[in-house]
């Protein structure tokens, strides 16, 4: 666990390393196109919708919530900080920030796809449970909730 990792809301200063981490990360999200990445970027910015983790050395993880579910559009943490905590960390502050009440979103890898290992780990240890079948950019995914509206 991180124990000097500070989250909060992202600012138009961390824009740069954002993006960078977005390359570095890129792959393991079918369809991301980084230049329409950094106009939703600017607007979850001025929407308080982009919250970052980050420590002395610079920027570990990010987090955008989705405008559509209220739930993650977007999380992805640096690979040496990775199994350090950033990630529960960011999604413990969303679920702060959103009505205690709310069910919460994320769609991910399947099952069988061996880039879903560790964010459904992730996932099902924050209590997220699997949910439907989708497909995104053409990718096959499935959803996860983490049904807050019965709590």
Not at 1 to 6: I, S, T, V
Not at 48 to 62: E, H, I, T, W, Y
Not at 104 to 133: H, I, N, Q, S
């Amino acid at each position: 666990m991180n124990h000097d990792c500070a989250v909060g809301y992202a600012s138009e200063a961390d824009i740069d390393a954002w993006m960078e981490l977005a390359a570095l990360v890129r792959d393991a999200f079918p369809g991301l196109s980084l230049g329409e990445y950094r106009e939703n970027l600017l607007k979850a910015i001025a929407e308080r919708r982009a919250l970052c983790a980050k420590d002395a050395g610079g920027l570990l993880g990010v987090l955008i919530l989705s405008e559509q579910c209220g739930g993650i559009g977007f999380l992805a943490v640096h690979p040496e900080a990775r199994r350090r905590g950033v990630a529960s960390a960011l999604v413990r502050m969303m679920l702060g920030v959103l009505p205690a009440d709310q069910d919460v979103f994320v769609t991910t890898y399947r099952e069988d796809d061996p880039l879903g290992a560790a964010p459904r780990a992730l996932y099902k240890r924050l209590g997220f449970k699997e949910a439907e079948l989708v497909t995104r950019c053409g990718y096959p995914c499935q959803q996860f909730v983490l049904r807050r509206g019965s709590v």
